[in-house]
């Protein structure tokens, strides 16, 4: 039976604290239908089951995790079909490319070599967890 958790709640407001964001999602996972990109509001959120790293055990825990990204100038997707909502991703990575100051390039890279990469204005990103945690199947791995 998992006990109550601490939820983690996470701002970045530079690259050192996008890192941050970024190892706390390595392999979550999530629906195509769950990234949402509102033009006029300047906003990706996306929806995903994360990993808790943080977490005791060796099998780990699972909890629903909100991400947002505020002051989106455009929002390019690669490899992610968007014909099919359901269809599931595994978030690898996110990373920043300055461009001119204070903005940039965040990429989302997921595998099978699918990316999601978001202009703006300014790193301007929010992770909170939005449930309780759940027992995972398996802890990710990482090998070969």
């Known amino acids: 039976m998992v006990g109550q958790a601490e939820h983690l709640r ?3 407001e530079d690259a050192e604290d996008l890192e941050v964001i970024a190892a706390a999602l390595q392999d979550a996972v ?3 239908g769950d990234i949402q990109y509102e033009a006029a509001a300047r906003r990706v959120t996306l929806v995903l089951n994360r990993f808790r790293w943080e977490a005791d055990g ?12 505020g002051g989106v100038l ?3 997707a690669r490899k992610l079909r968007r014909d099919a909502p359901e269809a599931v991703v595994e978030l690898l990575t996110i990373d920043f490319q300055p461009g001119e100051a ?3 390039v965040i990429q989302l890279s997921f595998a099978g070599g699918g990316d999601l990469r ?4 300014c790193i301007d990103a929010a992770l909170a967890d939005i449930s309780e945690p759940w027992p995972a ?3 990710p791995s990482h090998e070969g």
Request: charged share 35%; proline share 3%.
């Open 102 to 104: 204070p903005g940039g």
């Open 74 to 76: 455009s929002a390019k």
């Open 10 to 12: 996470l701002l970045a």
């Open 30 to 32: 999530g629906r195509i």
């Open 137 to 139: 199947k398996r802890k």
């Open 118 to 121: 978001l202009e703006v204005e």
């Open 58 to 69: 060796r099998a780990g825990e699972r909890v629903r995790a909100g991400l947002q990204f």
